[in-house]
T-cell receptor
Framework: SQTIHQWPATLVQPVGSPLSLECTVE??????LYWYRQAAGRGLQLLFY??????ISSEVPQNLSASRPQDRQFILSSKKLLLSDSGFYLC???????????FGAGTRLSVL | KQEVTQIPAALSVPEGENLVLNCSFT??????LQWFRQDPGKGLTSLLL?????REQTSGRLNASLDKSSGRSTLYIAASQPGDSATYLC??????????FGTGTSLTVIP
């Protein structure tokens, strides 16, 4: 069966520090991968999605970046965090004809 | 650009009541529609997926319907239980690679 791992679960970082969130998927090949941000009381905002290794599409301009170094690994990064980067970050994957989307447990990021 | 709206934003019902959550979308050319449940501080759990060619899907006490032409979907929950308390989100995809989410309905089922 397929599983998705996302870590860390919580993270407190000072403004200006770097960020690296990792997401890995097991049990499937060539999945579509996604990074979302969910701000308090708001919906999910798609940040990045990837249809293959090294292929990244960005939905919103920001100081975040994403990389897909391996088929089932998706990394969200920042060189210098801003206060506005605080939020709940969710990784997800989808595959197959039905394209059902499955989510990780999320990372709560607080930038202080 | 696809826009997804969910009404109401919050709903509180007594245990045992049947309820309906609504989802509307602006572009009817969707590939599929998916309903999710999110518990506080947790990720999203997929509940039901309706392909564009389907009218409804059922899973246990949940029934989701889709009316593509009017840009609407409903999630029907029968005989609600306190454990159903959560935020319910709907999402549509046009191309299969991008998902557009509503802001969710926060449901509280009162024992």
């Amino acid at each position: 069966s397929q599983t998705i791992h996302q870590w860390p679960a919580t993270l407190v970082q000072p403004v200006g520090s770097p960020l690296s969130l990792e997401c890995t998927v097991e049990g499937t090949s060539n999945p579509n991968l996604y990074w979302y941000r969910q701000a308090a009381g708001r919906g999910l905002q798609l940040l990045f999605y990837s249809v293959g290794i090294g292929q990244i599409s960005s939905e919103v301009p920001q100081n975040l970046s994403a990389s897909r170094p391996q088929d089932r690994q998706f990394i969200l990064s920042s060189k210098k965090l801003l206060l506005s980067d605080s939020g709940f970050y969710l990784c997800a994957w989808s595959a197959g004809l039905k394209n059902i989307q499955y989510f990780g447990a999320g990372t709560r990021l607080s930038v202080l | 650009k696809q826009e997804v709206t969910q009404i109401p934003a919050a709903l509180s019902v007594p245990e045992g009541e049947n309820l309906v959550l609504n989802c509307s979308f602006t572009d009817s050319a969707i590939y599929n529609l998916q309903w999710f449940r999110q518990d506080p501080g947790k990720g999203l759990t997929s509940l039901l997926l309706i392909q564009s060619s389907q009218r409804e899907q059922t899973s246990g006490r949940l029934n989701a319907s889709l009316d593509k032409s009017s840009g609407r979907s409903t999630l029907y929950i029968a005989a609600s239980q306190p454990g159903d308390s959560a935020t319910y989100l709907c999402a549509v995809t046009n191309t299969g690679n991008q998902f557009y989410f509503g802001t969710g309905t926060s449901l509280t089922v009162i024992p």
